[in-house]
Structure formats: structure tokens, C-alpha cells
């Protein structure tokens, strides 16, 4: 045998899974070396020659040239007169060397080379897969889904390699089916049974982090600085940010003209609301902030048990406490601090307001958008304005401001 042409035969597969060529000469070299220790005991004295140019694969023996009859080690040694029986102008001290014809190991040996080998390259490519993700865990990753099932989603990277994206990392109004496209983090990489698990999540808050960091360049850039993200995935986002530049609002450049950089995210979000607020290390402030939308009276904060009280007007503390808790869930997590609300009975009757949120059984929404345009955020500041008045600053009609002074004015009469 010449040459063993194995080379070219792994050539469409070292493409296929990006296995480097020098990895996949060493293995092959590995897996003849191990065929050589088999039959002859020992690989001291032979070469595995793997020809990267032209690819092909030789394996040389190289034996010392002894007198007859004074062989002692016969891996090592040959005797001069079997060395001439190979070329004739050998002599005494010389190097032989031979090559090994791939035939001489038997089919059976060939074989299991065969299976070594091929179980060496599924190893690699394990192993070239976790290195590849160990390395992107957090990273923000666009995948095909391949198959949906009840409790996990598979999909497909660029590579062709399997990603899980489990029920528990999605959102809860997700809804996938063949051939979407999806967005995720990659979350872990897992080994099971030998084979490795790349799990997707679209619920940590990285994610979100990294949706903020594509559509705000100055979070890319550096300029601000993601402090903290919480989340109630599907539900409430709150994000605390802080500017590196006096002249950057955070909060704004975060948000967008109009809304037009968060509004993609919140789309993405499945409609997730986010609060975005200027981080600050004035606890009490911090506190303030995290309790968006609700408007706080007075708060005492026990920094060493990492408790707050907090006191609100009647009409604020389900504002506070959000739907279903979110709200001050989130606040507690963002503060790291353990948050009761109370509702301030001082000062009830002169303090005591409705915001206008609350009416939305009551009163149409896009009327309540106008209301707040023209800063009535509460019934109070509706109530304020005479009906002439809230037709000139309005595009509402006057039997629409009669019926909406009529609810609100009787909402504070059952008070």
C-alpha cells in the first residue's frame, strides 16, 4: 500500500460539524498508533504520517540493521539478511525503513479502526459544541424552530446544531410553531447521557438586557449602564439605569422618541410591560421609583433587617401592589429589600384621589388617554376643570365629559 486516501473520505464531515483539520489528523494519527499497539505491542517504532497536503496517510516502521542470529529486540532490530531481501544494498548499522500495508492488519482490525474513529469524531464534535456555547452563555442567539412539543420547543442553529428551549424559559403567551423564527439567550449547557443540552431562555432577565442593548446604542456604546433587571416574564419588566454622561437621560434615551426604541422590545416581550427608572443609591428614592406608578406619602426603611413601610393614599396602594402582586414583587427584588404597604390615613380627606386608571370599566380607555394629555391624571384634576374648560383643551364631546363628570363625581360620594 502507497497511501491510505482516508483524509479526503472525513474531508465533508470536518466541514460539516467545524472540526479544525490538524484536530482531525491527530485523532486519525491517535487511532492507527492505538491499531499499531494491538498487534505489535507497542508504537515506539513506527510513524503514523498524515499528509495534510496531499491527504493521505502512510504508516512507517523503522528497524535497525543487525548481524544474523543477534536480534534482540525484533520490534527494533532485523537481521541483515531479511534486510536485504527488502533492498539489497543494505548494510550492517543501517535504518530500515518500511512501509506498512494496510491489508497486513486484517479486515477485523480495519474495521474497529473504523468505529474508533468515527467515535473519536463524535466526541470531538460534543465537545466542540459545548466549548462553543460554554462560551456564549448569555449571548442573544437567533435559532429555527425545528419541532414543538407540549413541553419544550427544539430548534436549529445557523450550524444545524439541536438548542431546547423548555417551557419554564418561555414566556407564558409564547406560542411557537415549525419554521418560526425565535430570539433567546442561551441560559446553560447540560450533559446528558453523554451528549450536550443547550438550553434557551426567554424569561431571564439577560434577555431582556440584551433586546435593551440592541435597540439603545448607548447602552451598546457604554454610555448607560443596565444597574438591575427584574422580571415577571409575560406580566412586568422594571429596569434600573444610570447615564455615564451628565448630558444622557437614561430613562429617555431607553425609552425613545415616542416610545419608538421599547416599543419593539415590548412587542418581543409579548406586550411585557417595562418600567425603566434612573437608578440612585438614595435608598428611599430608590424605593420611590421602584413602586412606579404609585405615588408614595411617607416611607421608614430599616436598612439593617432590610424592611421599608410604606405609606399611600387610599387610592394609590392597589397601584403599589400591582396585579396579582407583580408590582411590589418586582420593587422588592430591584430594592433588595422586604416592602409593606399601608394606606396613610393622615390626611384622607383632604388628600384623597382616584387615578384614572381606575375607571377603565367605567370609562373608555381612549378617553382617559386624552385626559391624560392634557394633565388630568386623577379624578380630582378632571373635577377641577369646569366642562367649558375641558371642551376647549379636549377633542371630547360635551355629552362625553357630562357622563364622565357623572362617574367620578359619584365614585367620591360612595367614599
Not at 468515527?118 to 449571548?139: C, Q, T
Amino acid at each position: 500500500m502507497a497511501s491510505i486516501n482516508l483524509i479526503e473520505a472525513f474531508q465533508d464531515f470536518k466541514d460539516e460539524e467545524n472540526i479544525d483539520r490538524p484536530t482531525l489528523m491527530k485523532v486519525m494519527e491517535d487511532v492507527f498508533k492505538t491499531l499499531l499497539r494491538k498487534k505489535y505491542g507497542s508504537d515506539e517504532n513506527f510513524d503514523v504520517i498524515v499528509n495534510a497536503e496531499k491527504g493521505d496517510l502512510e504508516i512507517l516502521r523503522h528497524r535497525m540493521i543487525v548481524e544474523d542470529g543477534e536480534v534482540m529486540d525484533p520490534l527494533a532490530e532485523i537481521e541483515y539478511s531479511e534486510a536485504t531481501k527488502i533492498e539489497p544494498d543494505f548494510e550492517v548499522g543501517e535504518e530500515l525503513f518500511e512501509e506498512i500495508n494496510m491489508e497486513h492488519f486484517g479486515r477485523r482490525s480495519i474495521l474497529a479502526a473504523k468505529q474508533t474513529l468515527a467515535s473519536r469524531i463524535s466526541d470531538l464534535k460534543k465537545n466542540v459544541l459545548v466549548k462553543k456555547y460554554a462560551d456564549r452563555i448569555g449571548d442573544l442567539i437567533t435559532a429555527e424552530v425545528y419541532q414543538p412539543w407540549r413541553k419544550e420547543v427544539l430548534l436549529m442553529d445557523e450550524d444545524g446544531n439541536e438548542l431546547l428551549l423548555p417551557r419554564s424559559e418561555q414566556i407564558p403567551q409564547d406560542f411557537f410553531k415549525k419554521g418560526d423564527t425565535v430570539k433567546a439567550v442561551v441560559k446553560k449547557v447540560e450533559l446528558k447521557n453523554n451528549n450536550p443540552v443547550i438550553i434557551l431562555s426567554r424569561t431571564h432577565p439577560s434577555f431582556l438586557a440584551k433586546l435593551l442593548e440592541i435597540e439603545v446604542p448607548e447602552i451598546f456604546d457604554g454610555l448607560i449602564s443596565i444597574r438591575k433587571i427584574v422580571r415577571e416574564p409575560g406580566e412586568r419588566a422594571k429596569v434600573a439605569v444610570e447615564s455615564f454622561d451628565d448630558r444622557i437621560d437614561p430613562v429617555g434615551a431607553c425609552v425613545g422618541m415616542k416610545g419608538s426604541r421599547i416599543h419593539g422590545i415590548v412587542r418581543e416581550l409579548k406586550n411585557e410591560n417595562i418600567d425603566v427608572i434612573p437608578f440612585t443609591n438614595n435608598i428611599q428614592l430608590l424605593v420611590q421609583r421602584a413602586l412606579t406608578p404609585a405615588k408614595i406619602t411617607r416611607m421608614n426603611i430599616d436598612t439593617e433587617r432590610k424592611e421599608a413601610d410604606v405609606y399611600l393614599p387610599a387610592d394609590q396602594v392597589s397601584l403599589a401592589i400591582g396585579r396579582k402582586g407583580v408590582n411590589i414583587k418586582l420593587a422588592c427584588e430591584l430594592t433588595d429589600l422586604d416592602i409593606d404597604v399601608f394606606r396613610d390615613s393622615e390626611g384622607d380627606e383632604e388628600e384623597f384621589d382616584i387615578d384614572l386608571d381606575e375607571f377603565t370599566d367605567e370609562i373608555d380607555k381612549w378617553v382617559i388617554d386624552e385626559l391624560k394629555k392634557v394633565g388630568c391624571d386623577t379624578a380630582r384634576d378632571v373635577l377641577q376643570l369646569s366642562s367649558e374648560e375641558l371642551e376647549r383643551r379636549t377633542d371630547l364631546e360635551k355629552e362625553t365629559i357630562d357622563e364622565l363628570r357623572r362617574i367620578l363625581q359619584e365614585e367620591f360620594e360612595k367614599e
